[in-house]
């Protein structure tokens, strides 16, 4: 806590029955917490009157504890200026030694991080998001008036706390949005505010967890993209591998009596591009009702499709009151991942287990936040936002064929949407160690590439598929319009020999 003068208020108590005086007490108190550096050099203690004040003691008690201070040389007295903390006192070995233990376990448990991260070429210790690096949207398209406006209408509510399960009025826009966008016809109830689709995982198992009273097996596409699948075994989750093969997930492959959960990518397959035709959709429903499964269906970059139309989510074909599909969706694709923002659809069967939780767990996406996604998707700003990104992506990746294409050995794998590229190597089943050399050569280049094999949670190397995942997103400048970084990096990639099969 702190005065109005912006001296720190300290938790200091005084013992009158303790042999100590109460002017040695108070000096004490004050000595130890500079020393631990809880008051910092040229910080302003509190002035006389006041601490006494606050403490309950004559006013004599805090000017002789002071005066000890100045007189052993912890604290200083300008006219004019208050008490403060001597400016140029030398840090004590034991806040120096306690503030160097918390730097390395800081230090530690930042490099574990990224260790893990890096296993998948996702670490996000650069200042920025490398230039091919997967999964990355070109944020600087979406600072326009509109935007901007919209935070403005945000600031003005930002003292209205929003609701557990998320702003009334967001809500109504996002089943609207999803309506419009993903070919649902869902109640605003329906709808649950996150913090993203990482954290709305996060929030279904719990609940399907605490009901169960048991470890969940949830069931993963394998290849798949690793961060939900990381977020259930964070959630103790036993993880089962679920092989995709061009069309996606085959239902008729699931085992039975085997899984809890399942998290699928139906209408863009992450990373190899298949979407799931509408009898395989169908059977996936029919089996999921019949096992009692819950399906999460991973909505990651589905609207950012280059050829046709986005595809209605499988949610779409679900039933709304006792159906078993949960859609995760984030605004972190189509918009920044700065936002830490998202929903999820559940049917009326689930959510009641979902809300409670919920409930306890309090909201997770900031005020400020849901009021300025709301506005925005009001007056249908994201949906032009969307159509425009659309259209730079596209133009992405056909710069990707256009530079790559044509590489020995080298094949761009055909996608219809998203924020990436697939590149696989013909003959790397030959040299098992290929991929590795030319991952090293990328990283050398400053790209940002992802290993393929990277993405299976079996033993990649039985799968026959290797190759670079990259990123058509590009950087987050606001001067990209032109795509001249992208092409940059896709010319490094090319010429240096960073995409080129080694002999």
Known sequence: MRDPSGAAELPLSLDRGAEASLPTQLATALRGAIDAGVLRPGELVQATRQLALRLGVAR???VAAYEQLIAEGYLEAGHGRGTFVRPELPALRSAVSSEAVERRELRGAGEAASRELDHFGLSHSAPSPLPLTPGVPDTGAVDRPAWRSAWRHALIRAHVEAPDLGDPRLRVEIAEHLRRMRGTNRLPEDVIVTAGAREGLGLLLTALGASSNRRLVVGVEDPGYPSLRRVAIRHGAQILALPVDAEGLDPHALPTGALDVIIVTPSHQYPLGGSLPLARRRELLTWAARAGVVIVEDDYDSELRHTGSPLPALAALDDPAEGSVVLLGTFSTTISHALSAGYLLAPARLRKVIEPVRHDLGGAASAVVQAALAEYLAGGELRRHTARMRRRYATRRDLVVSKLDG???????????????????????EDADAEERILKRTAEAGLGAVALSRYWQRDSKQQGHFGLVIGTGGTNSSTMTDHSTFEDALTRCSSSGGCERSS
């Open 60 to 62: 004599g008690v805090v």
């Open 407 to 429: 590489i020995d050995g080298v094949r761009v794998r055909p996608m219809s949407g998203g924020l990436h590229a697939v590149l696989e190597f013909d003959h790397a089943q």
